[in-house]
């Protein structure tokens, strides 16, 4: 039998002549933190409202526990929503807002106190029962809005950019506190965010999404570590990225030309002469003073930026191009001005197929 909850088929959706979903096929596991990430317009938001039936899909089926829901009204589906608005009712106190779902099913009053109770204890708002949301802050609105979502025991619960609209110290805490939520109650979260690095840190799983298609499916340190499309490597995190072809390859190492001067890379499935892309870390960039067998990629050190825990040092190469390395404390060896020899350990860096 399988383990996934929510199934995607050939899913797709047009607005119009617009397509801005394509072809989508995903099985979402039970029980796990997926996260569908990527620029605005790149079809998450449409996809998670058409898991949760506030859009009809063009074409293909959505299944939850393996039964279809197209027909089915978004109250008649198994899941809830959370949006970035939180929507909540501003004339109904904490507790109402909470019950809501549970009085429109018209369940018993003792049992209705008993389960908001149980929510207020979850979100860590006990005391906040007689409050509007008018008297709430960001955060407290948002835990809320998660608890009236959880009241109803949703086998998933959909996530709109639910942290969109507070400040950064907030934001930071609230993951921590949605992640544990997740963990606790073993409900299936479909997230979706344009924040890289809140993907990283709360998923299980992240679908990244461009154009209406899913570029990569992977753990977060499968995406960051393994990116598998040009796209995917320069939209997360931090990356150096080289155009160029395939010039030698031997015991699985692969020397690549690019306009920037000559490198290496591990790769397999690659022919002379075909063009690649290669992405490296600013992590796992290295300068030296002196050249490095495999390595022309010469330049000069432009500037160091301090951040607090590392410094973030630029060089510039050949062609006006411009790659980037860290380190945890100044390198005194270099200074604005010098001439480097810039290089890499080949299996730190990525050989990513070039589209056709």
Known sequence: MSDSIVSLIDVEKSFGKNKVVKKMNVEIKEGEFLTLLGPSGCG???????????EEATSGAIKVQGESVEDKEPFERDVNTVFQNYALFPHMSVFDNIAYGLKIRKRPKDEITKRVNEMLDLVQLKGYENRKPDALSGGQKQRVAIA?????????LLLDEPLGALDLKLRKQMQVELKRLQKKLGITFVYVTHDQEEALTMSDRIAVMNEGVIEQLATPREIYDRPFTKFVAGFIGESNI??????ALHDGILDVETSSGTMKVKGSGFDVGESIHVSIRPEYVKVNSDPVEGFDLKGNVKDYIYMGTVVKTSVDLKDNIEIKYSRFEKDEDFKEGD????????????AIKAKK
Do not use: Q
């Not at 009236?148 to 998933?156: D, F, G, Q, S, Y």
């Open 44 to 54: 998450k938001t449409t996809t998670l409202r058409m898991i949760a039936g506030f």
């Open 148 to 156: 009236r979502a959880l009241i109803n025991n949703p086998k998933v």
């Open 242 to 247: 080289f155009d160029g072809k395939v010039k």
């Open 339 to 350: 001439s480097v020899n810039i290089y890499w350990n080949p299996e730190r860096a990525v």
